[in-house]
């Protein structure tokens, strides 16, 4: 993919931070919506030129009017059209003649409205893209910029406050829930320099929006709100840049999607829906999903120290053990080691404080009350001794009193200045006033001890993710030839064995006698299926022998099998009946292939049985990817113990399972978009040093497509 222009990136500019701004269909009306942006920019003080444009009026809020584009005394940076939609074009023509490079349309009417709605947005896009502008919307609530006190938006979210401005910026498809995120994060202190509403996509996306802002001074933090992604490979390289520039993205994704309809002959994509692929990819790429405003909010607060700590570990100190439980309950859930403190600064502890806990959780007690130091004692210990790299203190209502936290906040305030390197976060409930203090001394402040630990475990996420060197992805072959027809299991195994798959020896015959000198040729035990593309679950119809010992039991099966299968499946296409090698003694895993419309090819994998079938324990990861990433892979689902050797089992041979699941992938994202899915079940992996093998292989292809 090719990176963004030079020019886009001034048009961005342009629409994102005007030095001039045109308001087509401008009012004189505060209230409406050609009037708000202009009286929102009046009061905050926006520093560019505001150019009203309206040919019935001479002057609106006390700015000179202009009867038409063409009129303007300048050309403007960007332009915001207000007009109803049959007047749209010929506004954004204007505009674009005029050498205007970007263009706000608050106007909908267009593509949510259906087919002659699209094709008139599909002729504002020729338009904008003729002379060379970018567009926001249409149907965009707009954009504002504290920065610059620019107010391009229509948003009466304004009327209760302007935003404050800080180091966090906002994208969202959604206008109104965008200025929403604003509100409410105006309203929790959390300053806010930009908020970008997309509308429906036609030029600018979300994806455009978090690039400029991950490139931006303005901006460290990136809030984001989605629907669809309608721009994958944009968000991508967005997210990929924000990483590198060590900002976090928190994304908030709705719309779980019903599975495609090949999920019913795939099972791979009944196991990857497109909510997990969208989780799998934005993961790869260091975007962290949140689950809810609430959610963003605490991570966007906690993020705005910009300290994310790698290799984070949680100290919890605190006046009740009920809160302590209730905190390790949400570390363990997390993920977020909670260490004990070292033995010889319990002791030290434990002298000061004989009725005190002090492992981790740190306990107290309410004797903090008589003496207010102990909670200054008991965080250092955990700084100094425990190294932790996160600190939390529940206080609770403790530290609210007005006459108490003075004085906690004189003794706690040299924690800050001396482990600037440190989460150090206070459960505290008290007046706005007294909260402010606290924050303004540098700690974070949460009521809640499990919201508390989620946003200090969310930046130890942010700290690994920024930690690692982006992904490089593994070079890939040339096009395998795939069939123009449906393969049988047999050709989906050759086909994969020319991508370094390996299979179990095996050989198709087509009648009794072949079977049996087949069997023997292979060695014993060996296992017998139909042969069919038409057939996706042969054992359900009795179209496999497993176990099977002499040539003459060879010959018996390969009956039964025909027999069986002519009475259940008679009008399916058989290939003939397929013998292999009966490989045994491993642990049967599960891997396969699924392409997804949005992101392409994506891979999963699992262990086989009930853990695939019930428990869904099943890793995903777009394709292509590595043997590293292949053996992470491996190692994060659920049931990796049992891989790696749990309970007196010998360990599986995990390299050459991460092998397979690699070249898989390559195959997968080589083969084009003729591949559907692939399942590899099982793929039985033998102890270390044994290799692994696919037993059974499903190859889908979409036969409508080109083959050629």
Known sequence: MS?????????????????????????????????????????????????????????????????????????????????????????????????????????????????????????????????????????????????????????????????????????????????????????????????????????????????????????????????????????????????ANGKPIFLLKAGRSELGAHAAASHTASLTGDDAVVSAVLARHGVIRVEDTDQMMDYAYTAHHRIYPVGNSMGFITVSGGAGIIASDEAEQLGLPMPPMPADAQARLKALLPISSPVNPLDCTAQALNDPTLFERFMRAALQDGGYRSVACFMTYVAGGKDLAPVLLDTLAPLRSDFPDRLLALCVIGPPDVIRSYEDAGFLVF?????????????????????????????????????????????????????????????????????????????FPVVMKILSADILHKSDIGGVRLGIGSAAEAEEAHHAIRDAVAAAAPDARLSGVLVARQITGGTECFMGISRDPTFGPMAAFGLGGIFVEVLKDVVIRPCPFGVAEAREMIGAIRGAAILQGARGRPPADLDALAEMLSRLSVFAASAGPRLVSVDLNPVLVMPQGQGAWALDAVIELDEAADAA
């Open 447 to 523: 009521q809640d001890p499990s919201r508390c630990v989620r946003a200090l475990a969310a930046m130890g996420r942010v700290g690994d993710m920024l930690a690692q060197p982006a992904v490089e992805a593994p070079p890939l072959p040339a096009a395998p030839a795939l069939p123009p027809a449906q393969p049988d299991e047999h050709e989906a195994k050759t086909i994969l064995a020319a991508a370094g798959i390996n299979a179990a020896p095996e050989a198709v015959v087509q009648t009794a006698a072949e079977a049996g000198a087949a069997a023997a040729r292979l060695g």
């Open 3 to 243: 990176g963004p222009s030079a020019s886009d990136d001034r048009g961005l500019t342009a629409l994102l931070a005007p030095e001039s701004v045109a308001i087509i269909g401008a009012s004189a009306d505060r209230l409406r919506i050609g009037g708000r942006p202009i009286d929102a920019m009046l009061r905050a003080g926006y520093r560019g030129r505001i150019l009203p444009v309206n040919p019935n009026r001479d002057r609106i809020q006390g700015l000179a009017c202009h009867p038409s584009v063409a009129d303007l005394p300048e050309t403007p940076d960007a332009a915001i059209v207000a007009v109803p939609a049959a007047g749209a074009l010929d506004a954004v023509e204007a505009l674009g003649q005029r050498g205007c490079r970007a263009v706000t349309l608050f106007t909908a009417g267009f593509a949510e409205t259906g087919e002659a709605g699209r094709a008139a947005q599909d002729r504002l896009l020729e338009i904008t893209r003729r002379h060379g502008m970018r567009m926001l919307g249409p149907n965009s609530l707009g954009v504002y910029n504290t920065r610059l006190a620019y107010y391009g938006t229509f948003s009466s979210s304004l009327d209760t406050g302007f935003p404050r401005d800080g180091n966090i910026g906002i994208a969202s498809q959604s206008g109104a829930y965008g200025a929403h995120l604003g509100a409410v994060a105006r309203d929790r202190g959390l300053g806010v320099s930009m908020l970008v509403s997309t509308g429906n996509e036609a030029d600018v996306t979300v994806a455009d929006a978090i690039r400029w802002m991950a490139g931006s001074d303005q901006v460290e933090v990136i809030c984001a709100y989605m629907e669809g992604i309608n721009d994958p490979a944009g968000l991508i390289a967005a997210a990929d840049l924000a990483r």
